[in-house]
């Protein structure tokens, strides 16, 4: 355990830009070479532990949103909570947002106190998120939410909900209100034709 934590300390610091110090020799040193540029970090970056499926979930990932990509990784060495040469932690991106994911044992579970909140343009795209993420032995659940194969949380929200929920009119509101707590996956016509009205 002792082992573990002392990983996740360096792999904190190392997250942050510090580098642990070395001890100072006596020798003669080469002259410094010129760090390289680190880009600025993320302000706040959604940190992702997962028991030891990181790998396999970061490509899952990737492969339903096509626009992300790994920008670094770490492995863990002997004496870690996962074997020896399994990803430690990854940075990634997906849609322009960076994540952190983390193998880290079983010590902590993913719960629905928090979701990914996807803003989709339309049906097609709630339709085909929806159906990828929860496929594979994930689990639809009501209002847009769904958990994915490893037990992470998604909430699959097309823009226009939220325009139709904030209607001026409140009667309309309910309307919709109540047809969305009916649906499990978001359905923009039935939506639609709520707030509309008889």
Request: charged share 20%; hydrophobic share 40%.
């Amino acid at each position: 355990m002792k082992t573990a934590l002392s990983a996740l300390i360096l792999l904190a610091l190392g997250l942050a830009g510090v580098q642990p110090q070395q001890p100072r020799s006596t020798e003669p040193q080469a002259p410094a070479q010129e760090p390289r540029p680190m880009s600025k970090p993320q302000k706040i970056t959604t940190f992702l532990w997962f028991d030891d499926q990181a790998e396999e979930a970061i490509r899952f990932y990737l492969s339903i949103f096509g626009d992300g990509r790994i920008l670094d990784e770490s492995r863990w060495g002997e004496g870690g909570p996962v074997p020896a040469g399994t990803l430690m932690t990854a940075r990634f991106s997906l849609c322009g947002q960076e994540f952190i994911a983390l193998n880290g044992g079983p010590a902590f579970h993913f719960n629905e106190a928090i979701s990914l909140f996807v803003n989709c343009s339309d049906q097609r795209e709630v339709d085909t998120l929806w159906d990828r993420l929860s496929a594979d032995g994930g689990k639809p659940g009501r209002c847009g939410w769904l958990e994915d194969k490893y037990g992470l949380s998604w909430q699959i929200v097309p823009t226009v909900l939220v325009d139709l929920l904030r209607d001026k009119d409140p009667t309309k509101a309910r309307r919709v209100s109540a047809a969305m707590m009916q649906m499990g996956k978001i359905d923009i016509a039935a939506l639609q034709r709520a707030h509309a009205g008889p």
